[in-house]
């Protein structure tokens, strides 16, 4: 079987534009089961990611132990033999075991962390060998008449009352995140047959497992579909799982069918390729097994990964810093150039300075996106009904200035700061109406929407490359797509940071759309 990648479905939703061209596409919006509308109307918080709190959690053992360690060496030992660095060295060096042992004992787990029993007796044997370890290794270097024994044993107690202590606190925070299901991975299984039940059932009996099956959609709508799979409804076809995952979080989907059944599944993905999620196949059920490595595990079940959802744990960190942080830099220096071109648009023609208009965000969940007016406020165009082109009459004098340079995007830094549902880099935000040639976006780009699997940006790929400004036939479009999509496969705040340097060399060199 040819391996399932996401170059395979760049080209095979190509392929399938090519074959189904001039035949008329599917309604834009689904209507969904009343069993999918009553469960995506439940309310659903943004989940955690239990990656990053194990990081966190890391990181909060590293440092109250240190400060443990130092501030009883600075209250009784230093005072009495002055300050020695290699007491905090050794200090230094004890927290990072600990840490370590800590890792090796396998207790920074969410699901360890709910418990109580597990995570303290693991917790306090590691930790008990960490002092034995230290004990051993000053006895044979002949260090031990150096240490302070009353030094020793209080780092030892009052450390191991810090970690029970934070481990309660800790306990406490990841159960009510759990009942808020914040910790929760909701997931979709496809495949409601025999094969899906079997699947449902073995992650049910599973115990502190953090997979919440949502429902089951099925590509059949004939009597080889369950309506009902181990207690779980069948929430609709595939073809409505796109719709459906708009509407609610979705972390997984789930393929219970065998990997034999090749030609389905890729008819499946072209379809599902789009979404933030994880998409993944069951190898429950296959007699083929390739080697442990191979797989992936949700608990026991072994898993092949077809698609990753891009930018998340660490990445997903790393990106909001940036945002924030860069994108606050930014604005305090553009703030006098903001002042100046709000001044120029109000004396310029009568109407707000600001416009905002409807675009797409991650996800395609509508946004609104703030600019300064380039348009006469009588010919303003919200919904982008009609593309800006070239000596357009409805735009300004001040506007063709801030146009052409893109000073009017500059109001978005406040939807970067402050409203986060943008960021400073990524595939820039398209008008929900946006057209080519009498076609929306999406109707002229098969696999359009797969760009917004990322929070659009300010500033992007395809736009120091030279596609932006107007947008008068399918290539444009299409190019901006293809390069959008390169970011999100190559993704890093390096690249990020190439971007945002970019991007003002870019304004002057390669505007010749943007009018």
Known sequence: MEPINARTMLNAATAAAATTAGQPRVERRRRLSQAAIAVSNQKVRPAYSPTVIAGVVRLADFILLTLVGVALYLGYVARLTGFNWEYVAAILGMTMTAVICFQAADIYEVQVFRGQLRQMTRMISSWTFVFLLFIGASFFAKLGGEVSRLWLSAFFFAGLAVLITERLFLRAMVRRWARDGRLDRRTIIVGSDESGEKLVEALKIQEDSDIDVLGVFDDRNDSRALETCAGVPKLGKVDDIVEFARRTRIDLVLFALPISAETRILEMLKKL??????????????????????????????????????ITDWDLVMKWLFDHIAGGIVLLLAAPVMALVALAVKLDSPGPVLFRQKRFGFNNERIDVYKFR???????DPLASKVVTKNDSRVTRVGRFIRKTSLDELPQLFNVVFKGNLSLVGPRPHAVQGKVQSQLFDEAVDGYFARHRVKPGITGWAQINGWRGEIDNEEKIQKRVEFDLYYIENWSVLFDFYILLKTPLALLTKNENAY
């Not at 998409?279 to 296959?286: E, P």
């Not at 595990?297 to 072994?302: A, N």
């Not at 380039?374 to 303003?380: K, P």
């Open 374 to 380: 380039s348009l006469y406020h009588d010919q303003a």
């Open 273 to 310: 390729w789009v979404l933030p999620v994880d998409i993944r196949l069951s190898a429950h059920t296959n007699r083929l097994r390739f080697r442990p490595r191979a797989y992936s595990y949700l608990g026991k079940i072994p898993t092949l990964d077809v698609f990753e959802a891009p």
